[in-house]
C-alpha cells in the first residue's frame, strides 16, 4: 500500500509547523498553547465562544451554519435600518498573548458581502482585546477589516493602545461565497506580518510601548452598522475554522 504524502512542515522561528501544501491551511504546530475550532456538530462551543449581540428589531445570524461541508460558523446582518453588530469572541477573557508569539489562523467567507446603506457595514476579523464599540475604540487589535464603502478591497490594520496603523490596502479583491485563509504571525511584535493565502500582504511595527497588558487578546469576529436614514445594508461571514497557538512564555 502506498503513502500519499498530504502534509508538509515548515520551521517558524524555531517550533515545527505542519500544513497542507495545497492551499497553506495549517494542520498542527508544535507550540504547547493552541486553539482549534472547525465548527462541527449541533452547535457552536458555548464554554469558550461568547457573543455581542446589539439589534432592535432586525434578526441576526449567530449559528452553525446548515448543512456546509466541512462546519461553519455564520455572523450576519438583516437590512433593518437600526444599529446591529453580531460578534464572536472569548467573551473577552484574553488569554492569548501578542508577547508570547501568537499566531492568529483563520479560513472564512462571505456569502452576502457587506452592502451599502446610507453608511457603511464593516467587518473586522483576527485579534482584539476587549469588545467595545465602534471598532476603533477596542484598544488593541491586529485584523483584516472590510467595509462597504470600499467594497471588496479588503484592509488590515493594527493598534497598540498608543499608536493606530489603519485602513493598509492588503492588494486583495474578496469574491462573495469564495474562501480565503487569513494569517497574523504576531512572533515578533516589531514585524507582525498579515498573510492571505500564504501572501504576505502587509507588516507592521506594534512593538512601541505595547505594554504586557496590551498585549493580551481574544480571537475577534465583528460584522456591524450603524443606523442612519434608511441604513438598509447587510452582510453575512461564514467561519470554517480558526486556529490560534502561541509559547507558554
Keep these: 500500500m502506498g503513502?500519499?504524502?498530504?502534509d508538509w512542515s515548515r520551521w517558524a522561528y524555531g517550533r515545527q509547523v505542519f500544513y497542507d501544501k495545497s492551499n497553506g491551511e495549517?494542520?498542527?504546530?508544535?507550540?504547547?498553547?493552541?486553539?482549534?475550532?472547525d465548527f462541527t456538530g449541533e452547535a457552536y462551543n458555548t464554554t469558550f465562544w461568547g457573543t455581542t449581540a446589539v439589534k432592535t428589531g432586525g434578526t441576526l445570524v449567530s449559528a452553525l451554519s446548515d448543512d456546509v461541508v466541512n462546519g461553519a460558523m455564520a455572523l450576519g446582518l438583516d437590512n433593518t435600518d437600526e444599529s446591529q453588530i453580531i460578534a464572536m469572541h472569548f467573551g473577552d477573557n484574553?488569554?492569548?498573548?501578542?508577547?508570547?508569539g501568537l499566531i492568529?489562523?483563520?479560513?472564512?467567507?462571505?456569502?452576502?458581502?457587506?452592502?451599502?446603506?446610507t453608511q457603511t457595514v464593516q467587518s473586522v476579523w483576527g485579534l482584539a482585546s476587549s469588545h467595545a464599540t465602534p471598532l476603533d475604540n477596542v484598544t488593541t487589535n491586529a485584523w483584516f477589516?472590510?467595509?462597504?464603502?470600499?467594497?471588496?478591497?479588503?484592509?488590515?490594520?493594527?493598534?497598540?493602545?498608543?499608536?493606530d496603523d489603519d485602513d493598509n490596502d492588503a492588494s486583495?479583491?474578496?469574491?462573495?461565497?469564495?474562501?480565503n485563509i487569513y494569517r497574523i504571525d504576531c512572533t515578533d511584535t516589531s514585524a507582525v506580518k498579515f498573510y492571505v493565502d500564504e501572501t504576505l500582504v502587509g507588516t507592521s511595527d506594534m512593538s512601541t510601548t505595547l505594554s504586557s497588558d496590551e498585549?493580551?487578546?481574544?480571537?475577534?469576529?465583528n460584522v456591524s452598522k450603524i443606523k442612519s436614514t434608511n441604513n438598509t445594508g447587510t452582510g453575512t461571514m461564514l467561519i470554517d475554522y480558526v486556529r490560534c497557538y502561541q509559547s507558554r512564555a
Excluded: H
Excluded at 94 to 100: H, R, T
Excluded at 109 to 117: D, H, I
Excluded at 215 to 221: E, G
Design 3 to 6: 503513502i500519499v504524502k498530504a
Design 26 to 37: 495549517t494542520l498542527k504546530g508544535m507550540y504547547p498553547v493552541q486553539l482549534y475550532d
Design 94 to 100: 484574553l488569554c492569548l498573548s501578542m508577547a508570547q
Design 104 to 117: 492568529f489562523e483563520a479560513r472564512l467567507t462571505f456569502t452576502t458581502l457587506p452592502t451599502t446603506g
Design 145 to 163: 477589516r472590510l467595509e462597504s464603502g470600499a467594497q471588496t478591497t479588503l484592509l488590515w490594520e493594527t493598534d497598540n493602545g498608543d499608536t
Design 172 to 179: 486583495t479583491t474578496l469574491v462573495a461565497s469564495t474562501y
Design 215 to 221: 498585549a493580551k487578546v481574544q480571537p475577534y469576529f
